[in-house]
């Protein structure tokens, strides 16, 4: 138990206006959709419908893909860099205005801590439209080749993790160089996306540039799947983003693909083990551990292992687990029952293959999905706690003993999106991230994110790059490409 108590510390919902029902945000306007099955969005935290929301069918898709060419075509490939800038700036100065009502609205529908939501999620969101309006002018001089050109219309999917942030990563690009887009968030997210399509309205955006379509996996298909759409940015799980190479392969349509993790966190002895146990828990229990670039798999060196654990046991007994509109909360709620499920199969798994579990044991609000902080030790590498995606509040342990074992264990995955390396030594750190394959490899910290530095995969994580100068080469064409 922690040595005193919290008070509850509530953010108020007053500051977002939800409507009973959404359209479709298709040509700068709230549209009706046309034959699908509306279907209802819920607070994870308290299982409350917050809203109704419109499934968009293939003629949805289809006005959406005709209104972005329309724009592309007639307005936006033909404005100069320096207006499109003037835009993004724009839009990331009302994301600013608006961060509370953004921030609050998120973790509503999406169940993350709101001192996520309002620290992370929302000013990272506002830091990519800032950072690519300053490219929108100086594409040129980004080495991207001679005469960077747009590509034309984007299609664009993205998961529940992060909805706002994954939105910004995938809208800010594309606008800078040119493009236009017409996006489908989450179907257990949907929310915040509905609201910068207000943002667009507010500024002024020209209609048809960004389209807001929503859906679930047949919305998201059909985007894939439109002739009209030149290049595809999706980023889930690596089981879809393997069913959307093989659908668009021998298609015109490129794509980047920002798929699932299984990332190292890997502890040296020599690290500073109180920095490295802080480190974990950002690398695992940051946003229930919904991270695809999460530090899923602890790798501790073995004369230092129980020590770590012991340690990071104990913080994990001081974690406020509960409602995530407490500005106190470092532990929200799972997203969905299907995650929830998912997350319970995995570890149930976990213990039938012989590992050994521990939770924090923290009491759980009685309505709502919610997962305890879990810790699995005597993990072997096979298990499939090892392997495959938990994408939740679960850290598997395993140890080694030489610098080169830990990266054979930390490279023994179908994944490669990041790993951390906890030590004090510089050369070690250096030559860890030669060896490890992973996008990211974090030194002495985790979970760091910036618009100007790349994210992207290696093997089954997917391929391409999102954020900075890297990022932008995914969203024009160069020389004689047409
Ligand atoms: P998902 O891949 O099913 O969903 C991601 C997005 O793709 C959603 O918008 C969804 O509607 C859409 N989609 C689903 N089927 C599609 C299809 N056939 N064509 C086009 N779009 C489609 O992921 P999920 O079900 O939300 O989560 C499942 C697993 O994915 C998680 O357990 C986790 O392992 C992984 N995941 C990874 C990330 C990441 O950031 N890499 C994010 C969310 C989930
Ligand atoms: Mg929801």
Redo the contacts with the bound molecule.
Sequence with gaps: MPPFEYAPAPESRAVVDIASSYGLFIGGEFVAATGGTPFKTVNPATEEVLAEVSEASADDVDAAVRAARTAYTRVWSRMSGADRGKYLYRIARIIQERARELAVLETLDNGKPIKESRDVDVPLAAAHFFYHAGWADKLGYASLGADPRPLGVVGQ?????FPLLMLAWKVAPALACGNTVVL????TTPLTALLFAEICRQAELPPGVVNIVTG??AT??AI?DHPGIDKLAF???TA?GK??ARSIAGTRKKATL????KGANIVFDDAPLDQAVEGIVTGIFFNQGHV?CAGSRLLVQENVADEVVRRLKRRLGTLRVGDPMDKNTDVGAINSKA?LD?IAALTEAGEAEGAQRWDSGCELPTAGYWFRPTVFTDVAQSHRIAQE?I?GPVVSVLTFRTPGEAVAKANNTPYGLSAGVWTEKGSRILWMADQLRAGVVWANTFNKFDPTSPFGGYKESGYGREGGRHGLEAYVKTGSEQ
């Design positions: 999917v993205i998961p529940w993790n489908k968030p989450a179907e679930a996996g998201g298909q894939v980023t889930g799980s879809v069913m959307i920002e798929l699932g993790g695809c995650q998912r995606e994408f």
